[in-house]
Antibody, heavy 116, light 109 residues
Framework: EVQLVESGGRLVQPGGSLRLSCAAS????????MHWVRQAPGKGLVWVAH????????SYADSVKGRFTISRDNAKNTLYLQMNSLRAEDTAVYYC?????????WGQGTLVTVSS | SYELTQPPSVSVSPGQTARITCSAD??????AYWYQQKSGQAPVLVIY???KRPSEIPERFSGSTSGTMATLTISGTQVEDEADYYC????????????FGGGTKLTVL
């Protein structure tokens, strides 16, 4: 069974940094493209970032470009999202998802709250 | 980037047909995908590449496109289909970036 488990979400102050992790199991992670998608409380889904099989290339939404970095460790079957210079508007549940052109299977998400 | 436009809400009675639309000029050249998100849960893919249905999704879910509009149709809508539905398509960068529609709340009453 494909399983994705996000972790690392917490309360962080504006301007702070946070690294999210996504542990993958039940499929060949090293052969899978991966996405991060977020959802602010009560709002819709927003695509955030994508990474290819071996870590490059990557792509980002304009709203996070230059602040967030997606990466992966295929030896550990883990996807990461490094988030710097966090803003209140980054407050959201962050989902990782397996997929190439589109997300297929999603994790349950981890909540990031940016507030002083 | 571009926007995918969905109606904020659609209501349907149980057993009736629900149709949720998604529009953008780009959809004339790109695939549409549809996700169902029930309250407090992660999204689930229900339609991919305009009209294909994952094996685990009930046959009452179908997708179609015409010009710049994609449509998700739920035939014989059931109470458990009440959820938010999002369309998705790829952006123009060619690097697997994507765009979601604003979402449609389907109410079954």
């Amino acid at each position: 069974e494909v399983q994705l488990v996000e972790s690392g979400g917490r309360l962080v102050q504006p301007g702070g940094s946070l690294r999210l992790s996504c542990a993958a199991s039940g499929f060949t992670f090293s052969s899978s493209w991966m996405h991060w998608v977020r959802q602010a409380p009560g709002k819709g889904l927003v695509w955030v970032a994508h990474i290819d099989i071996d870590g490059s290339p990557t792509s980002y939404a304009d709203s996070v470009k230059g602040r967030f970095t997606i990466s992966r460790d295929n030896a550990k079957n883990t996807l990461y999202l490094q988030m710097n210079s966090l803003r209140a508007e980054d407050t959201a549940v962050y989902y990782c998802a397996r997929g190439g052109d589109y997300p297929t299977v999603w994790g349950q998400g981890t909540l990031v709250t940016v507030s002083s | 980037s571009y926007e995918l436009t969905q109606p904020p809400s659609v209501s349907v009675s149980p057993g009736q047909t629900a149709r949720i639309t998604c529009s953008a000029d780009a959809l004339s050249k790109k695939y549409a995908y549809w996700y169902q998100q029930k309250s407090g849960q992660a999204p689930v893919l229900v339609i991919y590449e305009d009209s294909k249905r994952p094996s685990e999704i009930p046959e009452r879910f179908s997708g179609s496109t015409s010009g710049t509009m994609a449509t998700l149709t739920i035939s014989g809508t059931q109470v458990e289909d009440e959820a938010d539905y999002y369309c998705y398509s790829t952006d123009s960068s060619g690097n697997h970036g994507g765009v979601f529609g604003g979402g449609t709340k389907l109410t079954v009453l």
